[in-house]
């Protein structure tokens, strides 16, 4: 795929990301209405992982596209949000907390930190972007945090995302008989879809607003 140069391009891209996600849980809902009880049975537990991996890749795929988006800008960083500052050096800060590194070393990275905000962001740190196979609440919102998009607007959806998607995918992935109620149907369907779709709309407005540059 391209790359997003454009707020176009960048809207296209997480755009057909998503509608592709949207219509194959959609038709497994409708698949699910069609079946007989024991067709249901198996197909609901089907639409919890198929749900599941949609909301993980979804968030994995917008938020290193909106990142990216910002990097081909080639901005410096004191024309940034002072996010993208803190995104550079949060993997060597993580470094630094294991002990590591010499009294020295420690005083060299304080120091860099202080003098380079007229370096220029243009690479991605993918690491940022983990959502370590386990996309519960407080992982999504660490990736919010790297970019730089309210949590606050999620939060009445952490119950949903903890319990109803990750606890139930993470029984039926192990092979537990967990079983999927046919009117918490729509519940999983839609609130996936509209997670995906709140999220997608985030970054949007970030790109369109340009609210990555600095106030």
């Known amino acids: 795929m391209s790359k997003p140069y454009s707020e176009a391009d960048f809207s296209a891209q ?5 509608t ?18 024991g067709t249901q049975k198996v197909l609901l537990r089907a639409l919890v992982t198929i749900c599941y991996a949609h909301w993980e890749g979804y968030v994995r795929f ?24 803190k995104n550079y050096f949060l993997p060597r800060l993580a470094h630094s907390n294991s002990g590591n590194l010499s009294i ?15 370096r220029r962001f243009g690479r991605v740190n993918e690491d940022l972007i983990n959502t370590k196979a386990n996309l519960n609440f407080q992982v999504f919102a660490d990736i919010c945090v790297v970019c730089d998009v309210a949590t ?10 903890d319990v109803v998607l990750l606890k139930r995918r993470n029984a039926i992935a192990h092979g537990e008989e967990t079983l999927i109620a046919i009117r918490d149907l ?3 369907a839609d609130g996936t879809i509209s997670l995906i779709r709140a ?3 985030a970054l949007e407005n970030h790109v369109v607003l340009q609210a990555y540059k600095v106030a």
């Open 104 to 118: 020295g070393e420690r005083c060299a990275l304080v120091e860099e930190i202080l003098t380079c905000s007229n």
């Open 186 to 188: 729509d519940e999983v």
């Open 14 to 18: 997480i755009t057909e990301d998503r």
């Open 20 to 37: 592709w996600r949207i219509k194959e849980i959609s038709d497994l809902k409708s698949a699910i209405r069609q079946g007989d009880g």
């Open 152 to 161: 606050e607007p999620f939060a009445d959806k952490s119950p949903f995302i």
């Open 62 to 85: 917008a938020a290193k596209k909106y990142l990216e988006h910002v990097a081909l800008r080639r901005l410096q960083y004191s024309h940034l949000n002072p996010q993208f500052l």
């Open 199 to 201: 999220f997608g709309d």
